[in-house]
């Protein structure tokens, strides 16, 4: 298969004659620029390899890049440039996150040999990244599968979680990931280390003494001791471990400093447990909303939306 490589310059000249001498190796685009080229990578994107050039009006060629690096990470970036400076090498570089840097005018074979270096980089990134994700995914749900048997009153609820902070996040407009997902069904884990008589009593929605209370405040460390043990699990890790702290908390861990994830965790959670104990979805919100300051005010709206748009059993 042909690939598709983009290039992005403000001479039109120029970008002809990248498609005149390299036609017969990929599928040339071109972009006179970097509004057009974000526009042909939101329609037609995204592209294994980008090759631009630095010095372009408007948005200059570090700034294209660096804006593609956060929108499509796996793309390889390749910056031409007739500045041979060594401060326009570094800035591209440092904002960027460039492959190679190249000098104008490249002969044609060189070009070449540097796009095909730079699809071998992407091929093997990309594998290299569904390798792991398919890895760490299966062990995910082998963990959660083994769990849900063994303790099947603890995981009886991490479905509803998992859907909770799902469409909490899309509401928020936070991307939704596997990560995100295996954060909610894993934040739980660490209430296997509890006794029957304390997850009899979560499962009924009971109240906990004084000892007990303490015992279940302490399972989020847990979990997150025993998911900081699997690799490029740090994030998630991190989450659960502060799934339990309020919004407004004295501890130095709080507000804006708590990870996002944590903020949708605390706010589910505690729905979840409302709805354990049988209130409807509604009136658990309306005990949320009665102790707003524990919670991210965004999440708190969020979790409204979500709870407005389902359909309510009293």
Known sequence: MIESILFVDDESRILEGYKR???????????????????????????????????????????????????????????????????TAVDAINTGDVFRFLNKPCPPQKMLEEINDALKFHHLQ???????????????????????????????????????????????????????????????????????TILDSIAKGEKLNADEKMAYEYHPILSSLLINKIPRLEKISEAIRYQNEPFTSTEEM????????????????????????????SNAFKKLKARS?????????????????KPDVS
């Open 126 to 196: 990309k594998a290299e990244h569904e390798l792991l994700e398919n890895t760490l995914k299966g062990s995910i749900r082998a963990l959660i599968e083994i769990l849900s048997i063994v303790s099947p009153k603890i995981f009886g609820h991490t479905e509803n979680i998992k859907t909770y902070v799902i469409k909490c996040a899309q509401v928020m407009g936070i991307k939704k990931t596997w990560e995100l997902e295996a954060t909610a069904l894993l934040s739980q884990i660490g209430l296997v280390t509890l006794p029957d």
């Open 293 to 309: 300051q524990d919670y991210d005010p965004n999440v708190l709206d969020a979790l409204g939306v979500v709870i407005t748009a």
């Open 254 to 281: 709080s507000g804006a400093r708590l990870p996002i994830w944590s903020r949708l965790l605390k706010a589910v959670l505690d729905l979840v447990a409302g709805e354990i104990a049988g209130l409807s979805s």
């Open 21 to 87: 001498t390299l036609r017969k190796n990929f599928n040339i685009v071109t972009a006179e620029g970097g509004t057009e080229a974000l526009k042909i990578l939101h329609s037609d994107g995204p592209f294994p390899v980008v090759v631009c050039d630095m010095k372009m009006p408007g948005m200059n060629g570090a700034q294209l890049l660096s804006e593609i690096k956060s929108i499509y990470p796996e793309t390889v970036r390749l910056m031409l440039t007739g500045n041979a400076h060594q401060k």
